[in-house]
């Protein structure tokens, strides 16, 4: 083995993993801080989509997290409007 390679590594049942987000252009991910600058609220979703694990993305999963961005926007900037798209 060379030194800038790596060992190949068995490999294990694959797992699928689908991540939603809203991104703002100017600040990134749509969440919503505290004071402190961490994150208390955050409109991304994450699943894992196999035999016994979570459903097929759809748009019941996207319709919650619309409202989870609506109501993180609504708290973050309050009498103001938004536009998302999709």
Not at 35 to 49: A, E, F, L, P, Q
Not at 59 to 78: G, N, P, R
Request: proline share 2%; glycine share 4%.
């Amino acid at each position: 083995m060379q030194k800038e390679e790596q060992p190949l590594r068995k490999k294990e049942k694959e797992r699928l993993i689908y991540v939603s987000a809203f991104i703002n252009p100017k600040i990134g991910r749509f969440v919503l801080l505290d004071n402190d600058g961490k994150v208390i609220w955050d409109s991304t979703k994450i699943i894992y989509s196999e035999s016994n694990g979570d459903a097929w993305w759809d748009c019941k999963q996207l319709l919650k997290q619309m409202e989870d961005a609506i109501q993180i926007f609504e708290v973050a900037h309050s009498g103001k409007q938004c536009f998302f798209y999709i």
